[in-house]
């Protein structure tokens, strides 16, 4: 059985940073696009970034130049470094891994 699991989530203000993990269990992230989404109290699931299995990586505009996809391979975890965070970054982050494979998520609130 396939099972991600995020952690890293808090409360930070304005500014400040946060490291969120994606570990995997029951497959090799490796081999996978792995997604990073956000979801926003009544708002609808975004795209965040992505990383492929050749390490190719994609952002939305909204993170461009502050959030930061990576890999490590032999802990088989997939981070996204978010750096000068905003309140509007505030939301709900789950990494996922098509087609239907999706984390619990992790609470990212930035406030001062």
């Known amino acids: 059985q396939v099972q991600l699991v995020e952690s890293g989530g808090g409360l930070v203000q304005p500014g400040g940073s946060l490291r969120l993990s994606c570990a995997a269990s029951?497959?090799?992230?490796?081999?996978?696009?792995i997604y990073w989404y956000r979801q926003a109290p009544g708002k609808q699931r975004e795209l965040v970034a992505q990383?492929?299995?050749?390490?190719?990586?994609f952002y939305a505009d909204s993170v461009k130049g502050r959030f930061t996809i990576s890999r490590d391979n032999a802990k088989n975890t997939v981070y996204l470094q978010m750096n000068t965070l905003k309140p509007e970054d505030t939301a709900v982050y789950y990494c996922?891994?098509?087609?239907?494979?999706w984390g619990q998520g992790t609470q990212v609130t930035v406030s001062s």
């Open positions: 996922h891994k098509a087609p239907n494979t």
């Open positions: 990383i492929t299995s050749s390490g190719n990586t």
């Open positions: 029951g497959t090799i992230l490796s081999i996978y696009t």
